[in-house]
């Protein structure tokens, strides 16, 4: 089918048909929340939808919602998740296994709806399963990927999936979408382990603790995460057998024999993929990996992955304000997975993309001959550098 | 149907002795007396508040029926979730019908200030459920911080009386005739001192079909600074003095539910309370008197509302 990428999110929960849905509309996530009502319109789902007056309110409704023991999802972008984040926390303290679409966009100030990771990258320490997604047909195949993720009996956690505003959520583009009783038996059917409905068996949901109790509840829900990979792994793979695209935790493109390598999420891994494609017919020895789960971080794998490579570029489209350097949070990450690691690597950052701001393939290139440079010298000359910004 | 004690005491409890509400406070004896009312099975949601801490700290809890509690504003939302989830689930018949009734339950902080757009979105939305404003008239969980449900005159921590400010210096936000605007089908404002009115409106709201909506007087003695022993004396006064009146808006219809044979003076309400003591000073004593004119036209006011 040829759909619009946030169309694409939207096919998929309609296959879902989740018991819940509580949403407000933001650019670029609107044609999600309206696609779905349209979908509850026609009857092609029987989903309860609530069209709730704000952001808050959404993943408020999502969490009483999903403590009465059923699938539910919702979707945001930016603002609305900047306004949500008391009760991100709160769904996944709470471990409830809510799906949710972000169509990723800049945070204000200045306003502006364009793409950029800012949003999910203020969110991540919230405690959610991350996501990034490449295209529409890759948004598709991780919401229902996802469902199966969050309810997965090991974590029970709240799953975002992300995919860039305008970039994918706005192009048309080939969708493959699966058979509707395929997606339904794929994901199965949700029996909660408690539930705020089982008025036989009441249990009390969001209780309070002091000092004697918070922290043990904190190190079980780091360790629920810590399960997320293998999971995440097995639900891939499952998939591919079943849908024929087999989904792991990063996609490496010619990283084989690589000596310099670039990582990077979501669309822009597409033009960085033909950029390689171009230098490895020059004989550069370029790999790139796209990163598609970011939480958990998964920091061993990509040691493994990086070990013979003598420079690693990293590529974020968002700023951790006030981190070494102001780099970007993508690029923290893998300096602390190296560092940790003992590795050798030379590492650099690259913030680009900010607010909407094309990335050109000459951006690449340029990060690609930068890495040549470090891998010959053993020197990164600048930390954080910046693609297509006017200076 | 008649409410008879003797009845309501056997039945079991549905909040727990061992919660840890202070002596003498009258918001276990409210939710008491609205959870014996009610026949039906019950999920309850509190907002952040004195309700919510002093029931649930793990590992116990308090409730003996399913009980949730998400963050301070949005407890109307929280509940409306559940609802929703139930109606789809018996509907798709994942779950048998149970009749089960779901309350919200907020303080005057969770309910006037913070959380009134939740309040307001879940009543629009029309979701069937019952919210329970505590009204304390303060923030008490953090320590008598002033609300916008606190009365003109009143100390609290974040408007106190100094020597040339007496207390809190805005009228109470008229919160029970903001939510009657939302037109539900059913609005009350109740106290616990009138037990069985209390008792019969907890009825009427989960008989109600869509959101209901009661504002109860919640004496609070350690914010109100008086003994432990008199929250049920002083919730009386406030209602013979008209100060707190009780009257119910069935369908948009107005109905005063008790009138004083003898309207007494709001002094006599304000005497039995700390919290007032400035107000008696010399300096301040004007401000007596606007808090009766103000009493005194919101009755009035209420009076033609129930008439016509
Ligand atoms: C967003 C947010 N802001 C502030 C608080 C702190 N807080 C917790 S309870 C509370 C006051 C509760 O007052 P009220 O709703 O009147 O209930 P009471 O404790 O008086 O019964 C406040 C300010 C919070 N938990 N969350």
């Known amino acids: 089918m040829a759909l619009e990428g946030a169309h694409a999110s939207a096919q998929a929960m309609r296959q879902i048909n989740p018991d819940v849905v509580a949403a407000y509309p933001i650019t670029p996530q609107t044609a999600v929340v309206q696609t779905f009502s349209q979908y509850v319109a026609d009857g092609e789902v029987d989903t309860e939808f609530i069209a709730v007056e704000s952001e808050h309110a959404a993943m408020s409704a999502c969490i009483g919602a999903a403590a009465a023991g059923g699938r539910v999802m919702t979707a945001t972008s930016a603002n609305g998740l900047a306004l949500m984040w008391e009760e991100l926390y709160i769904a996944a303290s709470l471990r409830l296994p809510i799906v949710m679409t972000v169509v990723n966009r800049a945070l204000s100030a200045p306003l502006n709806i364009h793409c950029d990771h800012s949003d999910s990258m203020g969110a991540r320490d919230a405690g959610w399963i991350q996501l990034y997604s490449e295209t529409g047909q890759e948004a598709y195949d991780n919401t229902i990927q996802a469902m199966r993720i969050a309810e997965h009996p090991d974590l029970l956690l709240p799953v975002m999936v992300m995919q860039d505003g305008f970039i994918t959520g706005h192009a048309v583009e080939l969708v493959e979408v699966a058979d509707d009783t395929a997606v339904r038996e794929f994901i199965g059917t949700y029996t909660p382990k408690y539930s705020l409905l089982d008025i036989d068996h009441p249990i009390t949901f969001g209780a309070w603790d002091l000092w004697d109790y918070y922290f043990e509840h904190k190190r079980q829900q780091t360790d629920a995460l810590s399960k997320a990979m293998k999971v995440i792994v097995d639900v891939g793979q499952e998939f591919g057998k079943t849908f024929g695209r087999t989904y792991g935790i990063f996609d490496p493109y010619a990283m084989d024999d690589a000596e310099l390598a670039i990582i990077v999420l979501s669309s822009t891994a597409g033009t960085a993929r033909t950029v390689v494609r171009e230098l490895r017919k020059k004989g550069l020895k370029i790999g790139l990996l796209k990163l598609r789960v970011f939480r958990p971080f998964p920091a061993q794998e990509l040691v493994a992955a990086l070990k013979d490579v003598k420079a690693v570029a990293v590529l974020d489209r968002s700023i951790s304000f006030g981190a070494m350097e102001g780099a970007g949070p993508v690029f923290l990450e893998v300096c602390a997975a190296l560092f940790a690691a003992g590795a050798a690597q030379k590492v650099v950052n690259y913030i680009y993309g900010l607010g909407g701001r094309d990335v050109l393939p000459e951006y690449i290139e340029r990060v690609a001959s930068d890495l040549r440079e470090i891998a010959e010298t053993g020197k990164v000359k600048t930390l954080v550098n910046y693609l297509g910004l006017r200076e | ?308």
């Open chain 2, 1 to 308: 149907m008649v409410i008879k004690l003797k009845e309501q005491a056997a039945k079991p409890e549905r909040l727990a002795p061992g919660h840890r509400f202070c002596a003498g406070c009258a918001e276990p004896i409210i939710i008491r007396q609205i959870l014996n009312a009610i026949d039906e099975p019950v999920v309850v949601g509190a907002a952040t508040g004195c309700t919510e801490i002093a029931t649930s700290m793990y590992p116990y809890t308090a409730w003996n029926v399913p009980w949730i509690h998400n963050a301070f504003e949005n407890v109307s939302t929280t509940i409306a979730g559940a609802e929703a989830m139930y109606r789809v689930l018996v509907r798709r018949g994942k779950i048998p019908e149970r009749n089960i009734r779901f309350i919200a339950i907020g303080g005057d902080g969770a309910t006037y200030d913070i959380g009134l757009q939740w309040l307001s979105g879940a009543l629009e939305r029309g979701h069937r459920f019952i919210y329970i404003c505590l009204n304390n008239e303060a923030y008490m969980n953090t320590g008598i911080q002033r609300s916008s449900a606190t009365p003109m005159g009143a100390h609290t921590t974040t408007s106190p009386a100094g020597t040339v400010i007496p207390g809190k210096m805005q009228w109470r936000k008229p919160l029970t005739e903001i939510i009657t605007a939302h037109r539900i089908p059913y609005v009350a404002q109740a106290a616990p001192s009138h037990w069985r009115d209390l008792m019969e409106k907890a009825r009427k709201a989960a008989a109600a079909d869509g959101p209901s909506f009661i504002n109860v007087f919640s004496d609070c003695n350690r914010g109100w600074r008086h003994g432990t022993e008199t929250a049920i004396e002083v919730t009386r006064l406030a209602v013979e003095t008209c100060y707190w009146p009780l009257f119910e808006v069935e369908n948009g219809v107005w109905k005063l539910n008790y009138k004083p044979r003898e309207k007494k003076p709001v002094e006599e309400w304000l005497k039995t309370q700390g919290r007032f003591q400035h107000l008696f000073q010399p300096q301040f004593k004007h401000v007596i008197a606007e808090i009766q004119a103000r009493v005194d036209e919101e009755w009035e006011g209420l009076l033609k509302k129930c008439e016509a």
